[in-house]
């Protein structure tokens, strides 16, 4: 479970959120909405131990967990704004170097498959540099789809994509808390998700 | 929480994963060498630039052959200096600016270990050219064969902690508007000490007292780098992703 403890947090003099408290249960989703500006990528920041709390506290797995805690970052992919990928490699070898990143092993096989499941499998030899937005954002789900980790964090998930890369992002996001993983996305859009297990999160 | 908790897999700690040390080592080795590889032209540039500043000053000042005897290990030194700070401003710049130094944060791997592959990468891509031309860019400083052999063994010792030093100032400086020439500052007067040693010990060979003194010192020196400069520049690298 992914808990937090009157969790706070600020910008500069400015308080984003304070006294926040949320829970994530096994199998469910937290979709965090709310304008631009409200803290919502600080909180994935903060849930990924990127940043450091203004107070309070993150609790995974029933322990607290500081920022860069080795027992968080052994169990969480983060999805932020910015794709990871190197312009010069191409989107096979991105992938592949980032999920050797963390940690895991993976036949070239696999790799080509993952592409495959994103619709990039033709693009697989390509640099990144030419790849458009969505199939950035696609390169990005596809690492999804491969990393076998129990939390994931989405930043803006479905930015850039087109109607069959959303349903893409839906379905894998449903598979995923199918398994029993937890899920924490920052969103402007709605996911069509079992609503039983989404609950929502609304900044301000 | 109203939904029913699913039963499933991955409600229990990750199984084993590699997060071994060297394993992270060579993540970041061998994907910062193929990085280098296929931007060959910003190597190249590095490459030249050393050779570049070297042969100037003979040009600059007189082709009197004691002179530049004497100068020689100084200006191949200064040269090796300015050549790996050309560079340091990208060692993680460019990872900051595409998000990869997050994923690399908040991989298994131990930071530390990351952070030591970069910088063996960017001493093999910039250190390294260095140490192997320098007994061939010698000769324009009429430096004898003993001369020759110190200097080459100085920077093969010296340039790793130029490589080290600099990922602490590069890291330390992320994210700063005009982090490059803070880090110039930053860094050049850290390599003062590295630099006398280096140079020094040519001219302790001329005067007959060995350059033993100087090579021992330098090693030392690399020592006490490789144990501290990853720690500092992982330490720092959390700080500028917060």
């Known amino acids: 479970m992914l808990e937090t403890i009157d969790l706070a947090a600020r910008r500069g003099y400015s308080h984003l959120f304070s006294g926040l408290g949320l829970r994530v249960e096994p199998g469910c989703a937290l979709l965090v909405t709310g304008a631009n500006g409200t803290g919502k990528t600080t909180l994935l920041r903060i849930l990924a131990g990127l940043s450091t709390p203004f107070t309070g506290r993150v609790r995974w797995r029933g322990e607290d967990v500081t920022p860069f805690a080795q027992s968080m970052r052994q169990d969480v992919v983060f999805c932020g704004h910015l ?10 070898e991105n992938l592949a170097a980032l999920v050797a990143l963390a940690g895991a092993k993976l036949e070239p096989a696999h790799v080509r498959r993952a592409l495959a499941i994103v619709a990039l499998d033709r693009q697989a030899s390509l640099p990144a540099r030419v790849l458009s937005q969505g199939q950035r954002r696609r390169l990005g789900l596809a690492r999804l789809a491969v990393t076998r980790r129990p939390l994931w964090l989405l930043d803006e998930p479905a930015t850039a994509l ?40 609304a900044l301000s | 929480m109203t939904a029913e908790p699913a039963a499933g897999t991955l409600d229990r ?25 296929r931007s060959r032209a910003e190597l190249g540039v590095q490459v030249l630039f050393y050779v570049i500043v070297v042969s100037l000053f003979p040009l600059a000042t007189s082709p009197e052959k004691n002179l530049l005897a004497l100068m020689g290990p100084g200006v191949l030194w200064i040269a090796a200096l300015l050549a790996s700070l050309l560079s340091l401003p990208r060692l993680f710049a460019n990872d900051y600016a595409d998000g990869t130094l997050e994923q690399i944060a908040l991989s298994p791997y131990p930071l530390p270990a990351l952070v030591s592959g970069k910088i063996a990468a960017h001493w093999l891509t910039t250190g ?65 000490p590295v630099l006398i040693f280096g140079a020094g010990a040519v001219d302790a060979v001329h005067a007959g007292l060995g350059a033993t003194a100087n090579l021992s010192l330098l090693g030392a020196g690399l020592l006490v780098a490789i144990v501290g400069a990853p720690l500092a520049a992982s330490a720092a690298v959390r700080i500028a992703l917060d």
């Open chain 1, 83 to 92: 794709p990871a990928l190197k312009d010069e490699l191409t989107a096979e």
């Open chain 1, 162 to 201: 087109d109607a069959d890369g959303i349903a893409l992002l839906t379905r894998l996001i449903a598979d995923h808390l199918e398994r029993g993983g937890f899920a924490v996305a920052a969103t402007h859009q709605t996911l069509a998700l079992p609503t039983s297990r989404v609950r929502t999160l």
């Open chain 2, 13 to 37: 700690p990750t199984p084993s994963l590699d997060s071994g040390v060297w394993s992270g080592v060579r993540w970041a080795l061998l994907r910062d060498l193929r990085l280098a590889l």
């Open chain 2, 128 to 192: 390294l050219p260095v140490v192997v031309m320098a007994p061939v860019l010698g000769l324009q400083y009429a430096l004898g064969g003993e001369a020759l052999a110190v200097l080459t063994v100085t920077l093969l010792l010296g340039t790793p902690i130029l490589s080290m030093l600099g990922a602490i100032g590069a890291a330390l400086t992320l994210g700063l508007r005009g982090g490059g020439s803070l880090l110039a500052l930053l860094v050049l007067p850290l390599c003062v």
